[in-house]
């Protein structure tokens, strides 16, 4: 299967956010995108989910426009996972998760969603919070819940929204670990903002950068994130450091400016 983002613009009222927006992600790969705040990547992927129709240009998948799929039909084929949640806090972990089986019941959850659910949480490292409330957890295990319940929904293609911002080091790995496996051996896609750029070299296939509303850069991770992209995009000068573990990159500000964005 492949998501293409064919031409896509998008505004908020008179600001252009997105500007011909095109570039394509197949089963089996980890498109990350990458850009400032601000330039765009959670309306690119809300846009990309039919959250925000685009105002011009579309996303196909396998070449049919997601706008002429309806809702419970895409909710099979995108599972999204936003940046930030304003919920309803009065809802247990379980119920969240389970929400993800949503487009697949009949009357009510069957045994296999139920089965599913709880692999989910066993898979983010969750199951001991199952009966919980969302209210009562912290930010980074609120941030599991939600890609459990996206890994619940088993899309074919995953839109992860800096999924990975509140969590500690050993839960940043082993998610992006878990998410590539999955990627390789379910043969989805799955695309994902962050400003991680060392989970980026080490588990992206492609990487998209977003800069001035438009697609500054698209290729592999070790072309793209060079010093002078991160320079150019970011305004920080880096090193790029090569160890037995790979490539890393190392950022870091020369300037004297106080701040100057
Ligand atoms: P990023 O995720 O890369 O930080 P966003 O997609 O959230 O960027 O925002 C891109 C731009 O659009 C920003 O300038 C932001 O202020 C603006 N923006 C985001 N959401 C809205 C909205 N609902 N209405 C108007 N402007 C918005
Ligand atoms: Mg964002």
Not at 55 to 62: E, L
Not at 185 to 195: D, F, L, P, Q, W
Not at 219 to 238: F, K
Request: charged share 25%; hydrophobic share 35%.
């Amino acid at each position: 299967m492949r998501l293409s983002v064919e031409n896509v613009y998008q505004k908020y009222g008179d600001f252009d956010v997105l500007n011909d927006i095109s570039f394509s992600s197949g089963s089996g790969e980890v498109v990350a995108l990458l850009g400032p705040n601000g330039s765009g990547k959670s309306t690119l992927i809300k846009t990309i989910c039919q959250l925000l129709p685009p105002s011009s240009g579309q996303v196909t998948v396998n070449g049919e426009s997601l706008s002429d799929i309806d809702p419970t039909e895409r909710a099979k084929l995108i599972g999204y996972v936003p940046q930030s949640f304003n919920y309803a806090s009065f809802t247990t972990v379980l119920d969240t998760v389970l929400i993800g089986r949503r487009p697949y019941v009949q009357w009510s959850y069957s045994d296999e969603d139920l089965d599913m659910a709880s692999k989910a949480l066993e898979t983010m490292n969750i199951i001991n919070l199952r009966d919980k409330f969302i209210n009562e957890l912290s930010g980074g295990q609120r941030q599991r819940v939600f890609i459990a319940r996206a890994l619940t929904q088993d899309p074919h293609f995953y839109l992860l929204d800096e999924p990975t911002s509140s969590l500690d080091l050993r839960h940043q790995l082993r998610t992006m670990k878990i998410m590539r496996k999955l990627v390789r051996s379910e043969g989805c896609g799955m695309i994902i903002a962050t400003h991680d750029l060392n989970l980026v070299l080490r588990y992206a296939d492609r990487v998209v950068v977003l800069k001035d509303n438009r697609v500054y850069a698209f290729g592999r991770p070790e072309d793209v994130l060079t010093p002078t992209t991160v320079h150019e995009v970011y305004g920080v000068e880096s090193s790029i450091v090569k160890s037995e573990q790979g490539l890393f990159i190392l950022p870091y500000d020369s300037s004297d400016e106080p701040f100057d964005a």
